[in-house]
């Protein structure tokens, strides 16, 4: 399921439809976060609290946290119809990262 919402994420981005392929790709995100915390026995909440959460059992580092939030970020503004607060870089790389996960 994710490989799949990635690579539609990745297709959007290429056709040059750079909002919603950050948005799919924060999706992807989410649910990865979602997942995690299952893992873990933590509750699900809002991105930044389960990432915060997440952090804080030590699931990942301080540095991995802030990539989180940053793509979060991405997510959050393109979700509210703001392309001017991220470039097409961010969003290739937000791809990328997520394939990683």
């Known amino acids: 399921m994710f490989d799949s919402e990635l690579e539609q994420a ?3 981005f290429q056709a040059g439809y750079k909002l919603p392929a950050a948005i799919v790709a924060g ?3 989410e649910t990865s976060l979602r997942e995690l915390c299952d893992q873990e026995g933590l509750p699900h909440g809002k991105l930044d609290k389960m990432n915060a ?3 804080k059992e030590g699931k990942y ?3 991995q946290q802030k990539r989180i939030t940053a793509l979060a970020d991405i997510r ?3 979700a ?3 392309p001017q607060e991220f470039t097409d ?3 290739l790389d937000m791809i990328r990262t997520l394939k990683g996960l």
């Open 80 to 82: 509210h119809g703001k």
């Open 76 to 78: 959050n503004s393109a």
């Open 27 to 29: 999706v992807v995100l």
């Open 89 to 91: 870089q961010d969003v």
């Open 10 to 12: 990745s297709a959007l």
């Open 61 to 63: 580092n301080k540095l």
């Open 53 to 55: 959460d997440l952090a």
